[in-house]
């Protein structure tokens, strides 16, 4: 079954950095457009980023130029560099695959 693990949230002040990573397995990784989402306490789901088959990007226009969506199909990963982070950024992170998301990794951004 399709199997989705997001890693490397944590805790960081504002302007830092944070890697997200995404492991899938359970599909044809290389076949489907990956997407980030993310949910601030209190909100709603929010859509960050895809990353489609081919390699193609976009991104929600609040962290264009910030966030940088890849994979790697040979290892079957999706990751998401975050870069000058800000407090709005805090929210649970998920890795999607159509409507699957996996379980989430925390990020948090404050001083």
């Known amino acids: 079954q399709v199997q989705l693990v997001e890693s490397g949230g944590g805790l960081v002040q504002p302007g830092g950095s944070l890697r997200l990573s995404c492991a899938a397995s359970g599909f044809a990784f290389s076949n489907y457009g990956m997407r980030w989402v993310r949910q601030a306490p209190g909100k709603g789901l929010e859509w960050v980023s895809t990353?489609?088959?081919?390699?193609?990007?976009y991104y929600a226009d609040f962290v264009k130029g910030r966030f940088t969506v890849s994979r790697d199909n040979a290892k079957n990963m999706m990751y998401l560099q975050m870069n000058s982070l800000k407090s709005e950024d805090t929210a649970m992170y998920y890795c999607?695959?159509?409507?699957?998301r996996g379980k989430g990794t925390q990020v948090t951004v404050s001083s």
């Open positions: 990353i489609d088959t081919n390699g193609g990007t």
């Open positions: 999607a695959k159509n409507s699957i």
